[in-house]
């Protein structure tokens, strides 16, 4: 059995093929996937589990060198952008429409769908080297 916390076996073999720069999405139950993306899907019910429950347990194994959020975020879910802002103090943040968002997603590796409610609530995480 593995021994690090993030136990989900489709998010872990997805995070070990990761190449410098390939990304990932974390979205909310309404995004999008487009064609041709995997899709995890973890939504169960309205709010489980949380976006950021699914970012934390990606976090304990992805080294990640920028993400990307959309900019309607500021002021449609602050309290989600000022907790991606402190999370990623360290790590560029790039805001884009959420239009360009959605465009950006069709060359992620993966969309992992939560069962998040709030909108904007997506995030797109570029690979780091842990070099």
């Known amino acids: 059995m593995k021994k690090r916390e993030l136990l989900n076996s489709e998010i872990s073999y997805l995070i070990s093929k990761l190449g410098h720069t390939d990304t990932i999405v974390i979205s909310d139950a309404g995004l999008p996937v487009p064609k041709g993306v995997q899709r995890i899907d ?39 952008y000022k907790i991606i802002n402190e999370r990623f103090k360290d790590v560029e943040i790039e805001e884009i429409t959420h239009n360009d968002f959605k465009n950006q997603t069709a060359k992620a590796q993966a969309v992992i769908r939560t069962g998040e409610f709030k909108p904007f609530a997506n995030i797109i995480l570029q690979s780091g080297v842990v070099f």
Not at 63 to 74: G, N, P, Y
């Open 42 to 80: 973890l939504a169960l019910i309205p709010g489980k589990p949380s976006f950021l429950d699914v970012l934390d347990a990606v976090l304990t194994e992805m080294s990640v060198e920028k993400v990307t959020i959309a900019s309607e975020m500021k002021q449609q879910n602050a309290n989600l």
